[in-house]
């Protein structure tokens, strides 16, 4: 139920069930099976309001099926404390005569997902993998000929780019697109 000025409080909160479980000596694996599922929470939270927070500017609702997806340690479920932001945002594709509109709705989604992660205690990635980029969002189509990219072009540049994103995990959105 928390707003975008509260989003702080939920992080606190989330660190004070960390320090019980640690003072309970709850085992490690199990401390981060716990913190993930309310992380997850907390981040499935944030782009709800960033979707809201569009409507609410009078951009609109979402005008296909979208999916975001964590990566790196979140992906991972290794994160005791919150950390950096690694994220990307896949839509589902549309006719080419609207893909200009499409390709700026998500643009400004990536943005506010970002600015609402940033508010609940997410650093901002210093290598920049976040939705609010426009690498890190495109329409299936456009992530295919990413991937496809990545893995003909092998520069040190594009392995880490498709290792870090080889390591993602399904947050938020349309379960058939994810499919």
């Known amino acids: ?50 979707v809201k927070a569009l409507v609410n500017q009078g951009v609109g609702s979402p005008p296909v099926p979208f999916c975001l997806y964590q990566m790196g340690s979140g992906a991972r479920g290794e994160q005791f404390m919150l950390t950096d932001q690694d994220h990307f945002l896949v839509y589902a594709d549309q006719e080419e005569e609207h893909s200009k509109e499409m390709k700026l709705y998500f643009s400004l989604l990536g943005k506010e997902i970002v600015k609402h992660l940033k508010q609940a205690g997410y650093a901002l990635c210093k290598g920049k993998m976040m939705a609010s980029e426009e690498v890190w969002r495109g329409s299936i189509s456009e992530w295919r000929q990413r991937l496809r990219h990545w893995a003909l072009d092998s520069t040190d540049e594009q392995i880490l780019l498709g290792h870090n994103f080889l390591s993602f995990r399904f947050l938020y959105g349309n379960h058939p697109l994810n499919r």
């Open 1 to 50: 139920d928390s707003s975008y000025k509260d989003l702080p409080q939920v992080k606190n909160a989330i660190y004070n069930v960390l320090s019980n479980l640690i003072t309970d000596e709850i085992s490690t694996i199990q401390t981060m099976k716990i913190i993930t599922k309310l992380y997850d929470r907390l981040a499935h939270h944030c782009v709800d309001l960033a």
